[in-house]
């Protein structure tokens, strides 16, 4: 799955509708990770698949540390 597509327009797009239906209702971490994947890619970087993939790596990395810290730790 690619969460993160680049199109030859210069089209960035966060493919979300992708993420299971509990993930997608939590538009403020989609907000919040999209604007720091703008920042990670600004208009005039040349755009590799390297790039691509690495900003999927990040978004999987970020999405997984924003669900971890809404859930409540269990204390054993």
Known sequence: M????YFS?????FNWEQL???IR???DIRDKIF????????VN????????????????NRLST???SCIPQKKH
């Open 35 to 42: 604007n720091e994947i703008q920042q990670k890619l600004k």
């Open 45 to 60: 970087d040349q755009v590799t698949s390297l790039a691509i993939l690495d900003l999927n790596k990040y978004v999987i």
């Open 25 to 27: 209702a939590r538009e």
């Open 2 to 5: 690619q969460l993160i597509q």
């Open 20 to 22: 299971p239906e509990k």
């Open 66 to 68: 924003e669900i971890k």
């Open 9 to 13: 327009d210069g089209t960035l797009v």
